[in-house]
């Protein structure tokens, strides 16, 4: 038997089947007499669940870098959202509701809202709240909230502490039901290197426990209990690709060098300094792409601009002498933070986010920017500006930044890029590279905007294509303005971690991409193979 889904993480994996079925959120009792004693259970159910998201985003930190805490970092702040919480207390202390019953209750109201809604960030967050209440719930009664799985899991959805969960048990791929290529759930196992079909109908009804599975993350095929030919066939491409891994590792930390002679940055993305390490111990040639939001996220105050300085100094000190490119805050959109008070918003993925946000509030963004400044010395650091959608955002971020740098008498300019991620910077490619000093293309944002596809909604989840010519065309229009202005170009998108991708993106001009540290020895060995300049060459 085979099911057909959408391909969201490049590998082969063959493993027996561990199906997920939806659990039923147990109600509890329903009445109790004693509010401050649920209280005390509850409060010592979120500190305990607390410390299990901690370990997990710290575990996926290291192993899947800075986008993968960051997506569980989210999940923690729904610890601290009225929506849930408030519903919870109240349930408690005016209704008389157990614990138990009140997490029960109020998780499945806000689930309910959450998949009724049409955006599709928002949706999304269905699970991680689903999630969040089974947790909860198991630590009210003292049961584990998942079980562990080595081999391949079968689910409707999976959350981001599902992911990491089976980052923690090597389990060596995942089918789903739900979920689209650009969702949060792919970006996990993309960067775990977990071998992933998502949006794959009737698999949970279909697969049974323990049957084997030879699951396709390029193709989206996944073969129910293949026969001895097929699963032989398979088994050959999958030792293939132990083989070419095992490879690239061994020339991980040699320069990538295009087969006509141009070296190609090949950078990390990172989001804390704990993920300095593996993005050295995987070959990285330097950081393309340190997000700063994840300072932010899952915090209960903003940090001080000691606190970011002491974070980008210590940064800067251990790349040095290699480049360092900060983000500045990117906050908003499918990325909130419990220290600002994001407004609702219709359409958060058009509405307040990114270099709209620093600029609304100068305050915030001029202590980041001082403390930036503070950290110039330590080592070799670029500033680059998220969401850039017109030339006079990157002139007020210009001033700012310059005014700061004369509040403290330092000396020397920093270099200031755009990130191409909006139609409106793609087109106006020629005009910001006059304004600043390089451009990055993020190519998750600009696909979702320019095929008007949500990248988080798996209703319109395959019709998300990064090798669209659309999106093809715009990248070839910024890496043309770039090239004419004799500026650099680099991709820290998700694209930039493809190695399929990658003899397109040099021959249209990139010449520094950024990615997950567990992608930069294959994209190492892709540049290695690729010519710069060499025609007709066309994504997958």
Avoid at 131 to 157: C, E, F, Y
Avoid at 251 to 265: N, Q, S
Wanted: proline share 6%; glycine share 8%.
């Amino acid at each position: 038997m085979k099911l057909q889904g959408i391909g969201a993480a490049p590998w082969l994996a063959v493993g027996r089947a561990v199906v997920w079925q939806d659990e039923q959120l147990p109600p509890g009792t329903r009445a109790t007499g004693d509010a401050k004693a649920e209280m005390a259970r509850l409060a010592a159910a979120t500190q305990a669940s607390r410390a299990q998201l901690e370990a997990l985003a710290a575990g996926l930190a290291a192993a899947a870098g800075a986008q993968g805490a960051l997506i569980l970092r989210v999940q923690l702040l729904l610890l601290q959202d009225p929506m849930l919480m408030d519903g919870v207390r109240n349930a408690i202390e005016h209704e008389g509701a157990s614990a138990g019953h009140a997490v029960a209750t109020a998780t499945r109201d806000l689930v309910a809202q959450f998949r009724a809604l049409a955006d599709g960030s928002i949706r999304e967050r269905a699970a991680d709240v689903e999630d969040l209440g089974r947790r909860l719930l198991a630590n009210l009664t003292g049961a584990p909230p998942r079980r562990p799985a080595s081999g391949i899991v079968v689910a409707r959805n999976l959350s981001s502490s599902d992911i990491g969960l089976l980052a923690e048990q090597r389990a060596p791929g995942l089918v789903t039901e739900e979920g689209g290529p650009a969702g949060h759930m792919a970006i996990l196992a993309r960067a775990l290197r977990l071998a992933a079909v998502v949006g794959a109908p009737g698999a949970v009804a279909r697969i049974r426990e323990g049957d084997l599975l030879a699951v396709d993350g390029i193709s989206g095929e996944v073969i129910v209990n293949p026969d001895e030919g097929t699963l032989a066939a398979f088994n050959r491409r999958l030792e293939e690709q132990y083989s070419l891994d095992a490879q690239s590792h061994k020339r991980k930390y040699l320069p990538a060098v295009t087969r006509d002679g141009i070296r190609v940055e090949v950078a990390a993305n990172i989001g804390t300094p704990a993920e300095v390490g593996p993005a050295l111990a995987a070959g990285a040639d330097g950081i393309g792409l340190f997000r700063t939001e994840c300072l932010f996220i899952g915090q209960p105050e903003s940090p001080s601009e000691d606190e970011q300085y002491e974070v980008y100094r210590s940064v800067l000190a251990r790349m040095a002498p290699r480049r360092v490119i900060v983000r500045t805050i990117d906050l908003g959109g499918d990325k909130p933070a419990a220290c600002w008070d994001f407004p609702a918003e219709p359409n958060p993925a058009l509405g307040m986010r990114g270099i709209r946000f620093a600029l609304a509030r100068p305050a915030l963004f001029r202590t980041q920017l001082r403390a930036l400044v503070r950290a110039a010395g330590a080592g070799k650091l670029e500033l680059m500006l998220p969401m850039v959608s017109s030339v006079g955002e990157v002139r007020q971020a210009r001033a700012l930044l310059d005014a700061v740098r004369e509040e403290l008498g330092v000396a020397g300019s920093i270099p200031l890029g755009a990130m191409v991620e909006t139609p409106a910077a793609a087109l106006l490619a020629a005009e910001l590279a006059a304004e600043t000093d390089f451009l990055s293309i993020g190519t998750n944002d600009l696909t979702q905007y320019v095929l008007a596809v949500d990248r988080l909604n798996p209703a319109v989840a395959a019709l998300y294509q990064p090798w669209h010519p659309a999106v093809q065309r715009l990248i070839e229009t910024t890496c043309d303005a770039a090239l004419r202005a004799s500026k650099r170009v680099g991709v820290c998108g998700e694209l930039a971690a493809d190695p399929r991708a990658t003899p397109l993106l040099i021959a249209l001009g990139v010449s520094e991409l950024s990615m997950a540290p567990g992608a930069i020895p294959a994209v190492k060995d892709a540049v290695r193979k690729a010519w710069r300049h060499q025609p007709e060459v066309h994504l997958p």
